[in-house]
Each structure stands twice: as structure tokens, then as C-alpha cells.
């Protein structure tokens, strides 16, 4: 099945309002030389600058996190339906930022995928080893509990209506890239797991690799079979860089 390729830009915690509008007017104007379709996962406040920037444009936004409730006495949490009201398409769920400085355990991060699709959006769920646990060899089973914790909570349908992202953690804002071999591994692997429960499912499925993917290591990395496109940070601050992966997709 022929899938297509999403470039999704997580600004993590920058941003203000004017240099914001300077990086979204230039991917408006770059737009056209995308050959992925493209998004930007900004901070909560800029939500609605996003919003009024991209609306109607081929760039979809979204957020970084979003909460597993569904509304109540959850003070500083952002619900999927608040999202949702900003016309959000996506939100990131399970980051490693948010497992490793926030203790979301993978029943967490598969209760906010839950709450995302129950809303309408499209959790883009992150999976991925740190560095023991690839020097321990130990990647596949990190990657499997993850996922089944993922699959226990949405299914196979769930799963239809998502796109997971692979990003080890030592390669997250390090500058040390998963060779090509080394992310297609792992991306072949997610898909076989998610055939294991759904054949068309699995075939359909956008898998994203993220971890210091750059102009000058995207087209390599995207050219692999099971690469589906990228979840870009520090490269999604700077128009340029982040044009020109959407460009080598
Ligand atoms: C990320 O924040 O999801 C990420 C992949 O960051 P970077 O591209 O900076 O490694």
C-alpha cells in the first residue's frame, strides 16, 4: 500500500509570538516545494496564532501533549476537545520528555491516545529506546511493551486512525542519528507487530522517525521502506531546514 509521507515539525518549548509568525509566514510561502504533507506541533498558547496562520493553507498543526481526561478538575491539563476547538489535527502523546521528566508510563501515554481519537485527532504516538536499553539489546522489547500497551487501549482501529513515531531517545536533540538500517530495523518491526493484529492496518499505517533528523540525513532516512516521514525538533525551528526535509521526503 502506498502511503504517504508527513513531515511534522515539535517546536518543544520555544517560541513567542513574533518570531513564530516570521517561521509560519515562511513555511506558508515554502509550502509549495513540500513534497510530504506537512504539520507543526506548537506550545499550547500559540495554538491559536497556528490556527490563524495555517488555516486553509496545506499545513495542518497540533499540539505536544494532550491530557487522558476528558474535562474536570485537572488543573494545567489541556483536554483532546479543547484541542480539537483550536481545529488541532494532531497531537503528540508519549514523548520521551514527557515519559522520562513527567513519569507517563505507556498505560498513560495509551489512555491520552485514547482520549485523542475520541475526540477526532490523530495522536502521533512516540515509542523508543534510550541508550541502555539499546546497549543491553534490549530495543525490541522496549519498542513491543510500548506498543502492546498501545494496542491494549485502541486496537487495531485505533491504530487506523494514528501515526506512531519511532524516535530512540539517544538520538533526541543529541545530534547522533539511528543509522537508516537502524531505524528501518525498528520501523519494520512496529508495522509487523501492528500486521500481527490487523494486515491492512499495519500496511496503512504512518510510521515517523524522529531523533536529530536534518536536511542533510532525511532523504536517506525517509528513503527506507518503512519510513513513512519525520517528528523534527530542533530542525522545525529554523524554516529553511525544516523546508528542505519536507522537500527530500
Ligand atoms: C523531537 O523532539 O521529537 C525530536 C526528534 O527532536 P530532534 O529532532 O531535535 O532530535
Redesign the pocket.
Known sequence: MARTKLVAG?W?MHGETAGNQALLDALKAGAATAKAAMAVCVPFPYLGQARAALAGTSIAWGSQDVSRHAQGAYTGEVCAAMLKDFECRYA?VG???RRSYHGETDEVVAAKADAAIKSGLVPII?VGETLAEREGNITAAVITRQLDAVIASIGAAGLAKSVV?Y?PVW?????K?ASPEQAQEVHASIRARVAKEDANVAAGLQILY?????PNNAKELMAQPDIDG???????LVAADFLAICAAA
Open positions: 515539535n518543544k503528540i514523548h520521551s520528555e512516540c513515531a524516535e538520538a533526541i536533540g543529541t545530534g542519528t524522529g531523533g536529530s533528523m536534518k519525520g517528528l523534527i525538533g530542533g530542525a522545525a
